[in-house]
């Protein structure tokens, strides 16, 4: 045993605080899905177990959304206060027994904790199988066990179930797998492809077909243009034709595949698909002709479906038995069988199934024809013997045993029989010297090529030509360009296309050979032109199949692939073959060991993150001895198809023991450490693998890796009648340049490994790994030692412990700020405020995520648990369709404004240009009535200008009185009543100005004080109404005419008496009457002594400020004085011959008095008398204020005025009582 090959990764340690360098350079997702962010769209809860969830609503909406975070710790703290509440997902609720898990050991090995190796790896896996529980996950890998019975795992429930729903919330099944990868699909313009891999028997093509199922079911359920139905029935009816092509039976499989195919379906930016495609590689068309089967080895199924199921009259046309017997290529080493009616892939009714598959892709009768006719002939070619036969020159040839069989051959290929009798038994060669690659081989100590070369290394050769019949379908290569997106290698692998052929034109100075064939090669040409045949069959199958389901619309947004591959296969003998299926698991396992362990653990340390090392064992050293350019097995093998001469299987061991002697993957009996093993034969070597040793016999190595189709057969399947030869052998064209010499059979499995390889790399992996629970097939049987085997070499335990003590997501800082920003209101719409890695720490925060289920790499965020990136995605998701809800609303708002804006314009227009039309229309109604109109306006203008004119003279010889009391004016016609009552406006006017003008100034003032009078006192004072009557006289004691007033004037400079009388002075003290003499002139206002004449108080106009009377029948009247200018009693002072004008006459105490009350029966008269003057001296017209209580102010002191009266209409002046008690004046009326 050699030493296992580590690498130094490591398990994670105790998470150290320390400072985490923000480098904001975006990182692509975890390759392994879906342990990235982008691939896990699936809400899961965190802080529990997985359970099982069983919605109790069924959604309205086409479009599965998402349950919300309302139940997740912490959650709930990035929504802003404006947020709405989030709706809960509503899912359709699955059957429970589609769901149902039963609790048996572990759905997820990682959650074995602290006690994961691979003792309890192995009992998880024995206690739930047996309990029919085939599904376990490894973090984000799925184990598969093969139940070897039905189940009721893949039903129509089951996938209803699975479809729409967190896988995380359910137990593990490979539909959970695949609905992650479509949610994926749809959430990110990315590829993801799900390899299926494990040894013969596994279970890994159920695993394909159900997966095709379930996306067919899923295409179904997704479509909304009601067109995908038809593909996914398509892509259903092709698994079906593939399967029965490309599948055999082998002693450890009964449905074993034959071939690696490759699905790949297109989805569109809908998440629809939109067409599909597949690609094989590697087909094991050696098993078409291989006679030496041993127990449990058959042939393909498509020949024991096509004998068993073909109805009688195809039967016929064919001249097909039912007997398989009957046919050497499908004899097997098990117990002989007239009918075939043993096997399952037997039954009649498939090969009904078949055909109508093939209907369904689109395949025409004619082709469908065709294929039947070279499958019969495939058959019969294989039941042709041939018999050696002498010439007369010594020469050896031969015959074939039966005519019959070879013509029923020719019918089937719409051969001329000489010509199909030619190419099987003879070979055209050109004389000419050897080719360069021969005369390279030589030069180089190779062996001298004889003078007969073999006839698959002849240069050239040349074929009389005639027209073609028929109808010329496409090339092989065109099909393959259309179909597959990978490159046309892996068709051409199986075409003898490239031989160094060349055409007649080029040859014309060559000399042609025909050389007979032995019994051997006439035999050994038969097998090739059968395993020719078949593989081009299938490969046209496969190019045509892609063709029917390609996009149509040209345009994709992503891929979901599915990658069905052989198992690893130990047999009693193991040929090229078995190493060429081995070495493409080897590739593939290498592969997987990259993305699920050793990548995973570098990224780990790259970014700093504390790590323990995981050792695992790699199998980088077997693919080498295989692989390696100038010391592999392939290598020289390819060296040693090339020399010249008889290359034996000893030879070749020989020199393999040379190249490859010291490598620990290699051991035959030659080497030294292996000379007494008794279990390697001498003619054979041995390969450790990474499944085990495996031991290969060379001996057809080298006639298996020459597997080159003669040029001339090709030329004679070319010209053919039968159309789809001409499809089939296009290097058979005469036409066609010279062309390459082929690959060896090594080479084109190296070139197709490295295309699947490639291809797997170009999208995120999802691995599916299968495991076979026990050698016999028996459904619930477990051996533990074949399982712990499988366990070992796919490296589960090691896988297992790096995610149990790994990430299960990391993503660049801001690749995961620019995802995850909607969920904060400090991140959204973007983060603008630092780094990308604050703007991270922000988020987690808001979140409230605990710091220790995240880790800080130097690029990356790190994330520990599924569940806590499921509900982030959950959580996502949920915002996105808030956001898209919003978007739409948006849009549907302004897409409705916008059909209304155009209606509202072609509205407007339509109404524009009828109401035109209607103006119009009234327009040329009205015009045969302008005439007529236009003679009725005249006459009615004119009649009016008369009846104007007839009105207006009458009314100038018959106006009224000029007295402006007179009301009287004539009548007028109904027409003229506004020029009527203008004019009578002017003319009272007109008569009140000629009426005024009349008066002298005199009966003018006395008019303007009775206006004034009314303005003041109209409707505000009882006893107005009594003076209108009454003229005021003003100077009622003819003061003006008294000889003392006039020598008084000269002093006071008052000279124009405007009014005078005997008033009542209010006494201040008591509120007696003291009769006074007041005289009013037009600068003020004097209290004189009316027997002596002398002036007690003189009140200047410009001081008096508001006069107060009361709205009652009284008389009373007071005058308010401002305070900044006392008056004072003169009694004193009648001496003062001189009083400056203007001013203030004191007493002999010079103490201020206040205000003045007074009572006289022309309180009207001389209230508005005053108020003129004032208005006159000041330009500002006093206050009248009338109310029956208000303040007056004596001196110092305040007193109120308040009136009482009773049921009077009159009051006379011995009917007024004023009693002053203390501030307090009451006027008893």
């Known amino acids: 045993m050699r030493p296992p090959e580590t690498l130094t990764g490591g398990r994670q340690k105790q998470q150290s605080d320390h400072d985490h360098q923000c480098e904001s350079s975006p990182s692509p997702y975890r390759h392994a899905f879906p342990r990235s962010i982008a691939e896990s769209p699936i809400p899961a809860m965190c802080h529990h177990q997985p359970s099982i969830v069983q919605p109790q609503h069924r959604t309205l909406e086409k479009t599965p959304r998402p349950r919300s975070l309302a139940t997740m710790r912490g959650f709930h703290s990035s929504l802003s206060p404006q947020s709405p509440p989030y709706a809960p997902r509503l899912y359709s609720p699955p059957p429970p027994h589609a769901v149902e898990d039963e609790g048996v050991g572990v759905p997820d090995l990682t959650d074995l904790g602290e006690d994961l190796c691979e003792d309890s790896i192995l009992n998880n896996l024995h206690q739930r199988y047996k309990r029919d529980l085939v599904f376990t996950n490894l973090g984000d890998m799925l184990i598969s066990l093969n139940p070897f019975c039905p189940l009721n795992l893949f039903s129509s429930a089951a996938m209803r179930a699975y479809h729409g729903y967190p896988p995380a919330d359910l137990p593990p099944h490979i539909f959970g797998v695949l609905e992650q990868a479509f949610q994926s699909v749809l959430d990110h313009t990315a590829s993801y492809c799900v390899l299926v891999t494990g040894e013969t028997g596994s279970g890994k093509s159920e695993v394909i077909k159900q997966a095709l199922t379930y996306l067919c079911r899923v295409a179904s359920l997704e479509d909304r243009q009601h067109q995908m139905p038809s593909l996914a029935h398509r892509i259903l009816r092709a698994n079906v034709v593939l399967e029965a092509f490309g599948n055999a039976r082998t002693p450890r499989n009964d449905n074993a595949t034959r071939c690696v195919k490759h699905w790949t379906i297109d989805f569109d930016h809908q998440g629809n698909p939109s067409g599909a495609s597949v690609c094989k590689y590697m087909l094991e068309k050696s098993r078409v002709t291989h006679r030496d089967r041993g127990i449990g080895q058959k042939n393909f199924h498509i020949f024991y479906h096509l004998l068993c199921g073909a109805d009688p009259c195809l039967a016929k046309s064919l001249k097909l038995s039912r007997n398989v017997e009957d046919y050497a290529l499908l004899r097997s080493g098990d117990a002989p069988h007239t009918h075939c009616d043993s096997p399952k892939a037997q039954r009649p009714d498939t090969f009904h199934h078949v055909k109508d598959a093939l209907c369904g892709l689109g395949f025409c009768s004619v082709d469908l024809d065709s294929l039947w006719a070279l499958l019969a002939a495939v058959l019969k070619l294989g039941n042709i013997q041939f018999l050696p036969v002498n010439h007369i020159d010594g020469i050896e040839g031969c015959t074939p045993a039966s005519e019959y069989e070879l013509r029923e051959v020719a019918d089937l290929l719409c051969a001329e029989y000489e010509d199909l009798l030619c190419a099987l038994t003879q070979r055209i060669m050109w004389t000419e010297p050897p080719p360069p690659s021969l005369a390279t081989a030589h030069a180089s100590g190779g062996p001298t090529p004889p003078s007969t070369l073999r006839r698959d290394h002849c240069s050239s050769q040349h074929l009389p030509t005639r027209p073609t019949k028929g109808p010329c379908a496409a090339s092989v290569r065109d099909f393959c360009e259309v179909s597959c997106d990978t490159p046309p290698a892996p068709f051409y692998r199986d075409c003898p296309s490239g031989l160094d052929y060349a055409t007649p034109s080029s040859r014309s100075s060559s000399e042609i050979a025909t050389v007979d064939l032995s019994a051997a090669e006439a035999a050994n040409t038969r097998d090739q032109l059968c395993g020719a045949i078949y593989n081009r069959i299938f490969t046209w199958l496969v190019a045509q199949i892609s063709l029917h389901l390609k996009n149509d619309h040209g345009f994709h947004r992503c891929q979901l692939s599915l990658v069905d591959m052989f198992g690893f296969e130990v047999f009693e003998r193991n040929d090229l073959e078995q190493m060429a299926i081995n070495f493409c698991n080897e590739r593939v396992h290498q592969f997987i060991l990259e993305h699920t362990i050793r990548g995973e653990q570098e990224e780990y340390i790259r970014e700093g993150i504390d790590w323990e090392c995981v050792e695992f064992r790699t ?107 001409k499809t089939l052998f296009p290097e058979g064209n005469p036409k066609r340049p010279a062309l390459k010499r082929p690959a060896s ?142 978007i739409q609303r948006t849009w549907r708002m302004w897409h409705v404004r916008r059909a209304f804006l155009k209606m509202l314009v072609a509205q407007i227009r339509i109404s524009s240009v009828w109401r035109g039309w209607r103006v119009r229309a009234r327009l040329r109604a009205f015009h045969d009535k302008q005439t007529v109109e236009w003679a009725v306006r005249v006459i009615q203008r004119w009649y009016f200008m008369a009846v104007k004119k007839r009105w207006l003279l009458n009314l100038s010889s018959n106006l009224p009185s000029t007295s402006p009391l007179s009301s009287d004016w004539p009548p007028c016609p109904r027409r003229l009543r506004d020029s009527s009552l203008l004019l009578r406006s002017l003319h009272h006017k007109w008569r009140c100005a000629k009426y005024r003008r009349q008066f002298d100034q005199t009966s003018r003032n006395r008019l303007r004080e009775k206006v004034t009078a009314s303005i003041l006192f109209r409707g505000r004072k009882a006893s107005y109404d009594r003076s209108v009557g009454h003229p005021f006289v003003g100077d009622y004691v003819h003061l003006r005419q008294n000889p003392q007033w006039k020598k008084l004037c000269a002093e006071t400079n008052d000279q124009y008496v405007v009014f005078a009388d005997i008033v009542n002075k209010v006494n201040r003290s008591s509120g007696r009457f003291v009769p006074v003499l007041m005289a009013l002139s037009t600068s003020g206002m004097l209290i004189l002594d009316q027997r002596t004449m002398l002036v007690k108080q003189r009140i200047p106009a410009t001081e008096v400020y508001r006069l107060s009377l009361s709205p009652l029948f009284d008389d009373l009247c007071l005058v308010h004085i401002r305070a900044k200018s006392p008056t004072s009693d003169l009694s004193e002072q009648l001496s003062m011959h001189v009083v400056e004008p203007g001013t203030c006459i004191l007493g002999s105490e010079g103490k201020r008095k206040g205000d003045f009350a007074f009572q006289t029966p022309h309180v009207i008269e001389v209230t508005t008398k005053l108020f003129l003057v004032i208005q006159n001296a000041t330009g500002k017209a006093p206050e009248v204020h009338i109310d029956t209580q208000f303040d007056a102010n004596f001196g110092s002191q305040t007193v109120t005025f308040a009136y009482k009266a009773g049921a009077i209409t009159e009051v006379l002046p011995g009917q007024i009582k004023i009693a002053r008690r203390g501030n307090r004046m009451d006027i008893l009326l």
């Open 745 to 886: 059979f090594t080479s084109q499995v190296r070139t197709s490994v490295s295309a699947l390889v490639k291809t797997l790399s170009l999208a995120r992996p999802v691995f599916v790994r299968c495991i076979r629970p026990n050698e016999l097939g028996l459904p619930r049987k477990f051996e533990t030692a074949l399982v712990r085997h499988q366990i070992r070499y796919m490296s589960l335990t090691e896988s297992a412990l790096v995610r149990r003590d790994g990430f299960s997501f990391c993503m660049g800082y801001e690749a995961f700020l620019n995802r995850f920003k909607m969920l904060s209101v400090h991140t959204w719409p973007s983060w603008t405020r630092g780094c990308p890695q604050d703007g991270v720490l922000c988020l987690l925060r808001d979140l409230g995520i605990p710091t220790k289920e995240c880790s800080f790499g130097r690029t990356k965020i790190f994330i520990k648990g599924r569940k806590l990136v499921a509900e982030l995605e959950c959580f996502r998701a949920q915002r996105i369709h808030d956001l898209a809800c919003l």
């Open 619 to 725: 199998n980088e050293t077997v693919c080498q001895l295989l692989e390696a350019v100038n010391h592999g097995i392939f290598s020289v093998l390819d060296e040693e198809s090339l020399r010249g001469g008889h290359v034996t299987g000893d030879t070749l061991l020989l020199r393999l023991t040379q190249a490859c002697a010291g490598h620990p993957s290699f051991e035959t009996r030659g080497m030294r450490n292996f000379l007494s093993d008794d279990s390697l034969p001498q003619s054979q070597f041995r390969i450790r693998h990474f499944a085990g040793n495996v031991l290969y016999d060379p001996a057809l190595f080298i006639e298996k890796n020459q597997d080159f189709l003669p040029l001339d057969v090709s030329h004679a399947m070319y010209h053919c009648d039968q159309p789809l030869l």
